[in-house]
């Protein structure tokens, strides 16, 4: 990412709907997925540290690691969670096999700097037996956008790209699904009509909302998980949220 | 001793579970001057401010003794 887009995240994501909505669709899986192991999880691409802060706040005593490329990133998460912090590629782990009961991966695998199916096979390795992985992924290529540039993504993906790069990598995929599908239109709307129209420079949607407006998208954040537990599944969507693990033998 | 005579030591849970990045083998710990050494990559991974940098561009090659300032009578 851009160095200052480090900052922006810092600042932003212990506050931003987005970001509240993507770690309430983690815990939810660790919760169901991963309770019970006592093995520690894997935030690869822990960036700034805020999801590492929750899940910190939501499993106490769980053992939680967080490496990240960038050095920045790292110093800023260090003052924000008690996880152990290393700095290293999500292609070349410095853990050994069989090392953690969960992987989690948010937003990072679509990093131009990132060999996705590598990095994958590198979750399955790390992973213990019958150990999940959770992946978001940004959704729909041609919603491609000046976001996309700032956060350095290469690309964005279709579902069935992501089953099958997890099933390339050795992965039972439990399920792919898309949210952020109702403020969809006015996503398509900011993006397509609104960000280009724009005058200044280039910038990524990490940025501050007020706070009305951010307890508003909030809720319905909340509704949309409702739906999807409830079994709703939406053809459309910001991001891609996946849930795969390593079968048992 | 207090915590600040240590401002870099590691995370002694995560140096459990590190290995070399690049064979996956074993790391040595060198406390003296800050390093995780992989004998079968020949790389010396450096750690800085606390956070091992586990990066075969940011490693010190093992056979390059200049690349690193010692101290007196420090080698081991």
């Not at chain 1, 019970?36 to 899940?55: E, I, W």
């Not at chain 1, 993504?153 to 390339?168: D, T, V």
Request: proline letters at 6%; one cysteine or more.
């Amino acid at each position: 990412m851009e160095a200052e887009e480090y900052a922006r995240l810092d600042e932003t994501e212990h506050r931003h709907w987005w970001f509240a909505a993507a770690h309430a669709l983690v815990i939810a899986t660790l919760r169901h997925r991963a309770a019970n192991s006592p093995q520690p999880v894997l935030d690869a691409g822990c960036g700034t540290g805020g999801l590492l802060a929750r899940l910190e706040a939501e499993f106490p005593g769980r053992r939680l690691v967080g490496i990240d490329i960038a050095e920045a990133a790292l110093m800023r998460a260090r003052a924000k969670t008690r996880a152990s912090l290393a700095r290293a590629s999500v292609a070349s782990l410095p853990f050994p096999d069989r090392a953690f009961g969960a992987v989690v991966s948010i937003d990072v695998l679509c990093h131009r700097a990132v060999d996705p199916d590598r990095a994958l096979r590198e979750f399955h390795r790390v992973l213990a037996p019958g150990g999940t992985v959770t992946l978001n992924m940004p959704a729909h290529r041609w919603l491609h956008a000046a976001h996309d540039d700032r956060v350095h993504n290469r690309s964005r993906y279709a579902l069935k790209e992501i089953r099958a790069m997890l099933a390339a990598a050795g992965f039972e995929t439990i399920d792919a699904h898309h949210w952020n599908s109702l403020l969809f239109p006015a996503l398509l709307l900011q993006r397509k009509v609104l960000a280009p129209l724009a005058r200044g420079p280039r910038r990524s949607d990490v940025a501050p909302v007020p706070a009305p407006l951010d307890r508003c998208l909030r809720a319905v954040m909340a509704v949309e998980r409702g739906m999807l537990r409830a079994g709703l599944r939406l053809t459309f969507g910001g991001s891609i949220f996946a849930v795969a693990r390593k079968p048992a033998s | 001793m207090n915590e600040q005579s240590v401002p870099s030591g590691i995370d002694p849970k995560l140096l459990e579970i590190l290995v070399c990045p690049l064979t996956k083998q074993a790391l040595r710990y060198d406390r003296e001057h800050q390093e995780l050494v992989s004998a079968a990559a020949g790389l010396a991974f450096p750690i800085r401010d606390g956070i091992p940098i586990m990066l075969v561009d940011e490693a010190r090659r093992l056979d390059d003794a200049a690349s690193t300032t010692r101290p007196e009578g420090a080698a081991q």
